[in-house]
């Protein structure tokens, strides 16, 4: 979808290469991210269609099956099943789209892992990096899926992006910064926390009321697996909820206190609730500010998968797992590369935990000083290919490259004293054919 002429105005969707194939969409000025990436992936879904249906009717290819076990014609797959059907036939799809198998491969898991974001409403991390990945996986897609209508769509919806990132952008800049330390935390200071404007009551965000919506869909389908998963994530959101709603009832609690004991001229006991509001207060502002990570900490401690389309790792980025809390060893185990290790900031220190050799962490652009200080022996990285002098650059002593099976002379070379071989216990012999007298 996307703008004829005004940015805030009307959309003209297009829905076949016809003139007159398109119809008119009104919606609000302010789309956010979310909104985006679904019309993406439904642009997308309408691109692989045609795809999808000569795959089964002239490629031999069996329809893909809903969890019902039913066949799906090409009307009735959604962007999830066309994705499936593409991963299970990559070959039959390379040859069909003409793309190469891996970049086929890479941009199916790509677009099935944000249409898991969408499908568990896990969206902190659509960001406009995010989007711009999913603009260029949609339009290379769409591009060798031979659809012009859908072509067109992405780019205007992609037009249409910019120009509202450029309006919010301005706006924000007119409008300045609030000052935050005049801001108290509060139920209205978190999205988690809100009050319904006529009985005063807390009541669920929308991103709960979105996840439970969701999990009713999956229920209709009778989607058991999404289903079950998706309840998690509902409970853990809701959870999230409840604790915030707890620390807002408390500070408003602490507040009337703090209120009742001036009035009574209770001045000691207004200092003592007075003190305790800031520990509540930054309590609060961390929850709201954590949700994302609150909710994968909450589904590791129940095992919630890691692996699968539906697992952690399609939701959450590997930087994102760490800061959760999940170990280099249990990302590998759920098929992380140590590349993707390194990016997301594990230190050499954790990839030996995870059981990775010097000669790998080497490889992967590690330094000798980051292999000494996470425990390595000398002996590993001589092994691994580092040399005399990057090891006495790391720290090493004289004596551990001696147990590594350094030379007196390999050692004198790089600038070790006399008096540090000696220490070492290189014999007399050993030092004379290092060139000492």
């Known amino acids: 979808m996307g703008e004829d002429r005004n940015a805030d105005g009307p959309a003209r969707v297009l829905t076949g290469d016809g003139g007159n194939d398109y119809f008119t969409l009104d919606f609000p000025w302010e789309l956010n991210n979310t909104d985006y990436l679904r019309r993406v992936l439904a642009q997308l879904t309408f691109a692989l269609r045609p795809s999808y249906e000569k795959a089964i009717r002239a490629g031999g290819k069996p329809p893909v099956r809903n969890n019902r076990g039913d066949e ?28 190469g198998q891996d970049f086929l491969s890479e941009a199916v898991n790509w677009l099935n892992g944000a249409r898991n974001k969408l499908a568990h409403e896990s969206l902190d991390g659509v960001n406009r990096e995010y989007l711009a990945d999913a603009f260029s996986h949609a339009k290379q897609l769409a591009s060798a899926a031979r659809v012009p209508f859908v072509q067109e769509n992405v780019r205007r919806l992609q037009t249409q992006f910019k120009v509202h990132q450029k309006s919010k952008q301005d706006r924000k800049s007119a409008q300045g910064q609030l000052n935050a330390e005049t801001s108290l935390p509060s139920a209205a200071a978190s999205s988690a926390v809100r009050r319904d404007a006529a009985t005063g009551v807390l009541s669920e965000s929308p991103e709960l009321a979105a996840l439970r919506q969701k999990l ?118 759920a098929g992380c590369t140590l590349g993707q290790l390194k990016q997301a900031g594990y230190t050499a220190q954790e990839l030996k935990q995870a059981s990775y050799t010097a000669q790998e962490l080497k490889q992967e652009g590690y330094t000798a000083p980051e292999l000494q200080h996470a425990g390595y022996t000398a002996k590993e990285l001589r092994q691994a290919g580092y040399t005399a002098l990057q090891l006495k650059q790391a720290g090493y002593t004289a004596l551990a490259l001696m147990q590594a099976g350094y030379t007196a002379q390999e050692l004198q070379q790089v600038g070790y004293t006399l008096q540090e071989l000696k220490q070492a216990g290189y014999t007399a012999q050993e030092l004379r054919q290092a060139g000492y007298t």
């Open 72 to 99: 799906l014609q090409a009307a009735d797959v959604d962007c999830y099943y066309v994705l499936k059907h593409i991963r299970e036939h990559t070959p039959y799809y390379s040859k069909e789209l003409g793309q």
């Open 216 to 333: 009713n869909e999956y229920k209709e389908k009778g989607d058991l697996e999404n289903g079950k998963l998706l309840k998690l994530c509902v409970d853990a959101r809701a959870k999230y909820e409840g604790d915030c709603a707890r620390l807002t009832s408390s500070i408003n609690a602490s507040d009337a206190g703090y209120r009742k004991a001036l009035a009574r001229d209770d001045f000691d006991g207004a200092k003592r609730i007075r003190e305790q509001l800031p520990e509540l207060q930054a309590r609060l502002q961390n929850l709201s500010n954590d949700p994302k990570y609150y909710v994968i900490r909450y589904l590791r401690d129940l095992q919630y998968p890691l692996k699968g389309p539906e697992g952690l790792r399609s939701l959450y980025s590997e930087g994102e797992l760490k800061q959760a809390g999940y170990t280099a060893l249990a990302l590998m185990q």
